[in-house]
């Protein structure tokens, strides 16, 4: 299976430019981490700021654009742990699209607050199988069209436009780190950044409990994970898919795994050293860098995907302090 052409994204890209931001490339407030990487130039793609507070927006109005005029009237439905709802709860209301949701239970509140105040009906189910059971109900019998969290053409080339923006706007990177969860934003980023520079490595971050890429690279084929256990709920897809796996397959050059304890660590850097507050699955790729990626990483010119900040300031609180000793140790090293 092949993967979008850099025209195709190019021009999905432009077509959504008028809805979503092009989010700004960062680099450190301070030389701490660039000095513990050997002297490399780090700059972190800000895509917390863009509408919806993650790169989802991006992937769920591309999503949405596409359905054809005949079938909107009958609304949309998506399944996620928060962020994905809410980027399709939002898309959806931009083109006067009526949207019921499906989240998982231990969802966090702010981010079901946040899809509801986009307008969406929010369902709420135990775990990610019986969610994905539920919206395929809904699929079917209401005759709503599914919008998934991170499969399918679609998403990819709504996804691709955070890999234009990086290697438009600081051309010549010589690396880039995605953290991943079904595989929806490095099957974009990953699709653009290979056609653009070959060379450009591209690395993806798994929580350790939730490695379904990991797993299915190693296999050679989609893996459907028996559990998954991690507190980055952004990260916790309980499968690969075989678009997203394809597109991966072609253009990751290493998946690695971090701990729960790494991302957390990963925040308190982000927070220290980019003056950013971000939700686990952004310190996924802080985590990555330092940790198992750290000797290939070295003095390169390193573009961090800072996926999203979707976290309440308690949960967010409790984090930095878990990670606050791990970051210390990961800065000095």
């Not at 395929?136 to 599914?146: A, Q, V």
């Not at 678009?243 to 729960?260: E, K, L, M, P, W």
Request: hydrophobic content about 45%; proline content about 5%; some cysteine.
């Amino acid at each position: 299976m092949g993967y979008p052409e850099l025209k195709e994204m190019r021009a999905r890209a432009a077509d959504l430019s008028a809805l979503v931001r092009h989010t700004p490339m960062l680099r450190p407030c301070s030389d701490g981490l660039e000095h513990a990487m050997g002297g490399a130039e780090i700059w972190a793609k800000a895509e917390l700021f863009q509408y919806t507070g993650t790169f989802k927006a991006r992937g769920a109005l591309s999503c949405v654009r596409a359905i054809p005029p005949k079938d909107r009237r009958r609304g949309i439905t998506a399944v996620s742990a928060g962020n994905h709802a809410i980027a399709a709860a939002w898309a959806a209301r931009q083109f006067g699209l009526n949207a019921k949701v499906v989240m998982i239970s231990s969802a966090n509140p702010l981010r079901v607050g946040a899809a509801r105040a986009e307008g969406a009906e929010v369902v709420l189910m135990p775990d990610a199988h019986s969610a994905f059971a539920e919206v395929e109900r809904l699929r079917d019998e209401e005759g709503r069209t599914f919008v998934h969290p991170f499969e399918g053409i679609n998403t990819t080339l709504g996804a691709a436009g955070v890999g234009l923006e990086m290697m438009d706007d600081v051309p010549d990177l010589d690396a880039v780190v995605v953290s991943v969860g079904g595989g929806g934003l490095i099957s974009g980023v990953a699709a653009a950044v290979k056609r653009i520079n070959p060379d450009c490595a591209v690395y993806a971050v798994e929580p350790d409990g939730a490695d379904s890429l990991c797993q299915s690279l190693a296999k050679g084929e989609p893996v459907t994970l028996d559990a998954v256990k991690t507190r980055a709920d952004s990260l916790g897809a309980p499968f690969a898919l075989p678009y997203g796996f394809a597109v991966a397959q072609a253009c990751v050059d290493r998946a690695v795994t971090v701990s729960d304890e790494a991302m957390f660590a990963g925040m308190v850097i982000f927070q220290e050293v980019f003056k950013l507050a971000v939700e686990p699955a952004a310190g996924a790729v802080i985590a990555g860098m330092l940790g198992p990626l750290r000797d290939e990483l070295k003095g390169k010119r390193v573009g961090l995907v800072v996926c999203g900040a979707n976290i309440d300031a308690g949960g967010y609180a409790g984090m930095l302090e878990e990670g606050q000793e791990m970051a210390e140790g990961m800065l000095s090293f």
